[in-house]
């Protein structure tokens, strides 16, 4: 047993066989995410290692009172490696690796990188000050402000939305059938909620979707506007990246590359840029 009061090796037969179905991802792919691996490389360490730098989990959790009132920056630094348990670790490592193996092999290793960070960021920007925003203008003093929340899922979701731009327009989900893929992200929202219902983790959530929403959305402007020795600065790069692509996969195009999105001149929705028509409206591209 650990500080935490956690066993160094899981034993729980769940955790093992997501643990096997990681490594089978990974072997299993002739691509191997340096940034993707990188992180759940830390997130494993952060949270079995011994080493008293690592934090506890009520010393280092994202608390918007104790960051806002206290200065405690610490938080932000440690509160989204740090998970509840074997259980909640292993799981978002799986997701990690499912949406770093698709997305790091097409923008690339430095820009999905620079991806992951803008996210981080963002959502615990929002998090923190979606709680304060509300109790300013309401007078309500909500439970996140004074919630605790931990883990990596904030970025997730923001992975998640992205990762969508570059999927079928519909998504089968089970129970629901057909699902727009566009929507399909808020209905995880709430199917989390569901089966987690704690607030701190749907604000976490919400906040993920929100910073995945803003990338995608400034992208689809300062792709088209700012020029590229900025845009190489910035964590908007574009598809397709830099990153090694598979043998089967096609040549990538040479010249100006395209952006994520694509707006429609109609309506001025962003459309995946697969898209031949407007998801909104159906005006051609």
């Known amino acids: ?28 792919s002739d691509y191997w995410p340096p940034a993707t691996l990188a992180l759940l490389a830390g997130n494993v360490w952060v949270h079995y290692t011994l080493d008293p730098i690592v ?3 009520r010393d280092a959790c994202l608390q918007p009172y104790t960051i806002h009132k206290h200065w405690d920056y610490r938080r932000l630094m440690w509160s989204s490696f740090l998970h509840g348990d074997d259980t909640h670790l292993w799981y978002n490592m799986a997701s ?14 430095l820009a999905f990188a620079r991806l992951v960070a803008f996210l981080l960021v963002v ?34 979701f923001g992975l998640k939305v992205i990762l969508n731009t570059r999927s079928p327009p ?16 808020w209905l995880e929202l709430i ?13 976490g959530h919400f906040a993920g979707i ?47 590359a395209m952006p994520i999105v694509w707006t429609c001149r109609r309506c001025t929705f962003h459309n995946s840029r697969p898209l031949p028509i407007c998801e909104m409206c159906g005006a051609p591209k």
């Open 191 to 203: 199917l989390a909620q569901w089966a987690n219902p704690m607030t701190t983790s749907f604000l």
């Open 96 to 109: 990690l690796v499912w949406k770093g193996l698709k997305l790091e092999r097409e923008m690339g290793t």
């Open 1 to 28: 047993m650990d500080r935490r009061g956690r066993r160094r090796v899981p034993h729980d037969p769940y955790v093992q066989i997501i643990i096997m179905r990681i490594v089978q991802s990974i072997l299993a």
């Open 210 to 256: 929100l910073a995945g929403l803003l990338y995608l959305y400034t992208a689809g402007i300062l792709t088209r506007r700012l020029p590229s020795w900025v845009l190489r600065l910035l964590p908007y790069n574009r598809f397709p990246g830099t990153g090694r692509r598979a043998a089967r996969d096609p040549p990538r195009p040479t010249g100006r």
């Open 170 to 185: 519909t998504t089968y989900v089970p129970g629901w059938g057909e699902v727009p893929t566009r929507y399909v992200v």
């Open 55 to 57: 934090p506890t989990v």
């Open 123 to 156: 959502s615990q920007a929002l998090e923190i000050y979606i709680p304060w925003a509300l109790a300013h203008f309401t007078g309500y003093t909500s439970p996140y402000v004074y919630g605790c929340s931990i883990g990596f899922s904030s970025v997730l």
